[in-house]
T-cell receptor, first 111, second 112 residues
Framework: SQQGEEDPQALSIQEGENATMNCSYK?????LQWYRQNSGRGLVHLIL?????REKHSGRLRVTLDTSKKSSSLLITASRAADTASYFC???????????FGQGTELSVKP | NAGVTQTPKFQVLKTGQSMTLQCAQD?????MYWYRQDPGMGLRLIYY???????DKGEVPNGYNVSRLNKREFSLRLESAAPSQTSVYFC???????????FGPGTRLTVL
């Protein structure tokens, strides 16, 4: 069973626009992570937010976490064509180390 | 640093054949993982190894075995491949200091 449910499943925007992806989960977590996957490649870690944090920034990425609603969002500002990829949220529970992945959001940024 | 490496990159098997997928990491990580990814889905954990000498089942372990040969290497074996095991397999390792997982490039396996 997968912990994370991501919304939307697919998102198409123009270069320069912002992209927002959402993730909901079911059980308590230690942290929530976002990964990017370019077509045919492995996953690359983007950002981690711990359960006691509410917001985190990294470059053009902004992640929020609402543990009361068991949800997170990833915002990519001023998107570029190179941001075209699938984005996955993953939660780490209290057992540590093991991640449970969502089904991903496929982002297409048109030049 | 090569990071996480996987071999082979591609493999085609017939039903009933066996094979071993190899994974190695050079980052001195304790924990290593095997996932499978099916079209349009996220990753599902097959097996993991929290440290050298230990292995545990993940969400979808049936039909697979693993060996943590040493701290660097973690292999995944299919004893009798089935078409349902057609998938892309990813190996990962964890930096416990940051909880970040580092992924290999994947092995695309087709079972006919």
């Amino acid at each position: 069973s997968q912990q994370g449910e991501e919304d939307p499943q697919a998102l198409s925007i123009q270069e320069g626009e912002n992209a927002t992806m959402n993730c909901s989960y079911k059980t308590s977590i230690n942290n929530l992570q976002w990964y990017r996957q370019n077509s045919g490649r492995g996953l690359v870690h983007l950002i981690l937010i711990r359960s006691n944090e509410r917001e985190k920034h990294s470059g053009r990425l902004r992640v929020t976490l609402d543990t009361s609603k068991k949800s997170s969002s990833l915002l990519i500002t001023a998107s570029r064509a190179a941001d075209t990829a699938s984005y996955f949220c993953a939660t780490e529970g209290n057992q540590g180390g093991k991640l449970i992945f969502g089904q991903g959001t496929e982002l297409s940024v048109k030049p | 640093n090569a990071g996480v490496t996987q071999t082979p990159k591609f493999q085609v098997l017939k039903t009933g054949q066996s094979m071993t997928l190899q994974c190695a990491q050079d980052m001195n990580h304790n924990s290593m993982y095997w996932y499978r990814q099916d079209p349009g889905m996220g990753l599902r954990l097959i097996y993991y190894s929290a440290s050298e000498g230990t292995t545990d089942k993940g969400e979808v372990p049936n039909g697979y075995n693993v060996s943590r040969l040493n701290k660097r290497e973690f292999s995944l074996r299919l004893e009798s491949a089935a078409p349902s095991q057609t998938s892309v397999y990813f190996c990962a390792s964890t930096d416990l200091g940051t909880d970040t997982q580092y992924f290999g490039p994947g092995t695309r396996l087709t079972v006919l």
